[in-house]
């Protein structure tokens, strides 16, 4: 991109997928990961230097902060889902999809007085959001004694059916 004069007209924000992951990961307890993976990785190493106190005890606090408003965030998505008023990517049965079809359910959207609404343009809190409904579709799986590889793939679902529903990651249409 940087050596062609009208790539940046295809491919202006380049780098928005790999920053709004972030932002997302940086906000869950996965982001303590950081602090025990092997530091010559270079892994998430400015959340590693907050959470570490390298960067003083303002980072350090800021930084749990942040994972505490987003786990916060996070369970307050579960008991949306539970409730049955928030949806993630749309059912793989096609019995659940007609279903969906039927009662006017959307994927990535909550419900509002009867009405469904998507948050999939509320990025970055979007893929968070997102990521969370699908990983309690993935538990759900898991309580009814589908099977580890199941549960392993609807996490790795999870993940990718958020990044890549993602109107920054279709590219120029």
Do not use: C
């Not at 005890?57 to 930084?63: F, L, Q, Y």
Request: glycine share 10%.
């Amino acid at each position: 991109r940087d050596r062609i004069p009208l790539a940046y007209l295809i491919m202006p924000f380049i780098r928005t997928g790999t920053n709004i992951m972030k932002w997302a990961s940086h906000r869950t307890p996965f982001a303590y990961a950081s602090l025990i993976t092997p530091e010559s990785w270079g892994v998430m190493q400015d959340i590693r230097d907050d959470l570490s106190g390298k960067n003083g005890k303002v980072a350090r606090d800021t930084a749990n902060a942040r994972i505490f408003v987003g786990s916060a965030l996070s369970a307050t998505v579960v008991s949306m889902v539970v409730a049955g008023v928030l949806t993630g990517s749309p059912p793989d049965d096609p019995k659940e999809k007609s279903l969906w079809r039927l009662q006017k359910i959307q994927p990535y959207s909550v419900k509002i007085w009867g009405t469904w609404y998507s948050y999939q343009r509320l990025d970055p809190f979007a893929m968070l959001i997102g990521v969370t409904v699908d990983l309690v579709k993935a538990g759900e799986a898991g309580m009814r004694g589908d099977g580890l590889d199941t549960v392993a793939a609807l996490i790795g679902g999870a993940i990718a059916n958020n990044l890549f529903s993602k109107s920054w990651m279709t590219g120029p249409n």
